[in-house]
């Protein structure tokens, strides 16, 4: 039987779905609902990540359980390296929501869309060496590029829209991203604001229809309310804090997931701001001040690990790059050292200037501000004055410190080009060096893996030596679900918010 609030958020779509009121377990007709986070638009050519995308969206390619790159709009492809171009192979007969039919020539606005710097997407970087686009029939679609780039393929998992219903439109401010159409399993058929977003399954889509009928994103911000939804039997499925999920674990109806993730979570230092300018030499004394193994211990309940890096859960990622560990005496030598000086109230000046910043964290994230809350408390055991507040908006320009995250289980190039190179898309701090943008370059312009690691290691030492972040941890994904519910791959990595549980969301079954 279907809950009320499901039947009341998406009357509309289930009454065309009556049948599903009365179904049976395992008749393969069902609802699931998801406690997600709230949003206001779905685009992801502007938007870095979304965990709805995957469900009404489809690229070129796609990822499979361990994160490996796959055939899905595209069928095949080619690449010549005299020429630097790839060449996909589109499958036919595929329709978008709309009926309409999806061709190479939707593949190339998507793109362009992307690439064009009035559109101000944070994807861009990662088809910055796009030089032409061409389209010799409606299925197939060829890029030539201006120098190799390894994580090419991983970046054609970009949800391609459709030309016909956005040509001519704002690319930010569109009302297409309220009511998108894709060509993935599940089509949107109603957006109550603030409340939910409701999907039903795609009885046309082209890998095969889902088994779960319909699908419900009930937006449940707060982390304590989505554990009381799903013991009250409101949601079926959430992501949980560690605290939250260790409540369910062992509970009766329930599974508890912990999912590995290369999530992970420090400080971002924004050298916009002239304070990181006249006292850079302040970031390496909060580097060593930070108990990274305290935090994870008493925020995350060990559901994580400490950071030292941006690449730490990669194949390529450095163990002998400088960490920065855990050493209070250090931090206090390296601010002695840097002209400062401790006064009577326990902390650090220089010229007259406390050792001071604001740490802002994000609204909504318990975990998060816990984990700023925790950092600040240890930074002032040094004597580095760091208070920590939530801004009602962020202000990426002007602000002086963020409890960032970011991370990725794909390849090394994403999430360290455009978040650490200069001018990238992602690069919200502002940091500049060009010895990190010259060995960024080479790792991504060499598909050699013994290359590619010498690259990416001498990557991870400059900006060990120069820290953009303090990096202070990693934090792992618990999701809990009904346990009539089929199918989540437990061994997948996750991404940034834990996202990615859904790619293959067309196998899971549920019984209520």
Not at 106 to 113: G, I, L, R, S
Not at 200 to 207: A, G, H, I, L, T
Not at 232 to 246: K, M, N, V, W
Request: aromatic residues 12%; proline residues 5%.
């Amino acid at each position: 039987m279907k809950k009320i609030f499901a039947l009341l958020l998406a009357t509309a779509a289930l009454l065309a779905l009556s049948a599903c009121g009365s179904a049976e377990p395992g008749d393969g007709v069902s609802t699931l609902v998801y406690g997600s986070g709230s949003f206001t638009r779905i685009n992801p050519a502007m938007d870095e990540h979304g965990e709805i995308n995957l469900l009404i969206f489809n690229g070129l390619t796609a990822h499979d359980g361990k994160n490996a790159v796959i055939p899905c709009l595209s069928k095949s492809w080619d690449f010549d390296r005299d020429t630097c171009t790839y060449t996909f192979y589109l499958e036919e007969n595929v329709l978008w929501h709309d009926g309409e039919p999806f061709t190479a020539q939707d593949v190339k606005f998507t793109v362009e869309a992307i690439m064009d710097p009035e559109n101000a997407s944070e994807n861009a970087p990662n088809f910055e060496d796009v030089q032409e686009i061409t389209t010799p029939d409606e299925h197939t679609v060829a890029f030539r590029l201006s120098a190799p780039n390894a994580a090419f393929l991983d970046y054609m998992t970009m949800p391609v829209l459709p030309e016909h219903l956005l040509a001519g439109e704002d690319m930010q401010t569109s009302d297409f991203f309220r009511s998108p159409v894709g060509t993935g399993p599940y089509k949107l058929t109603a957006w109550d604001d603030g409340q939910a977003v409701t999907l039903v399954r795609n009885e046309d889509y082209f890998k095969g229809v889902a088994n779960i009928e319909t699908i419900i994103f009930k937006f449940v911000p707060d982390d304590s309310a989505r554990t009381l939804q799903l013991m009250s039997g409101e949601l079926d499925l959430a992501q949980l804090t560690p605290r939250d999920a260790q409540s369910l674990t062992g509970r009766k109806g329930f599974s508890v997931y912990r999912m590995t993730t290369s999530d992970y979570r420090g400080i971002l230092f924004n050298f916009n701001n002239p304070y990181w300018q006249d006292n850079r030499e302040l970031i390496p004394a909060v580097c060593c001040a930070l108990d990274r193994q305290a935090i994870v211990d008493s925020v995350l309940l060990g559901c994580g690990e400490s950071a030292y890096g941006p690449l730490q859960r990669n194949i390529y990622n450095n163990p002998d790059a400088e960490r920065w560990d855990y050493d209070p005496q250090r931090a206090e030598t390296i601010l002695i050292d840097s002209g400062y000086e401790k006064r009577e109230d326990g902390f650090y000046y220089r010229g007259g200037e406390k050792a001071a910043f604001v740490l802002n964290a994000p609204s909504g994230d318990r975990v998060r501000l816990e984990i700023a809350q925790a950092a600040a408390q240890q930074l002032g055991q040094v004597g580095i004055d760091c208070t920590v507040e939530i801004p009602t908006v962020v202000d990426w320009g002007s602000q002086m410190a963020y409890l960032i995250g970011w991370g990725s289980p794909f390849d090394a190039d994403d999430h360290t080009y455009k978040v650490f190179g200069t001018g990238k898309g992602a690069n919200y701090s502002g940091y500049s060096n060009e010895e990190v943008d010259r060995y960024l370059t080479l790792a991504r312009e060499t598909d050699v893996p013994d290359e590619r690691a010498r690259y990416y290691a001498a990557f991870q030492d400059e900006l060990s030596h120069a820290p953009a972040f303090a990096f202070i941890c990693y934090v792992d994904a618990d999701y809990a679900a009904i346990s009539g519910l089929r199918g989540i791959s437990e061994d997948t990595v996750m991404g940034h918010h834990g996202v990615g549980i859904f790619w293959n969301v067309t196998e899971w079954t549920i019984e209520k």
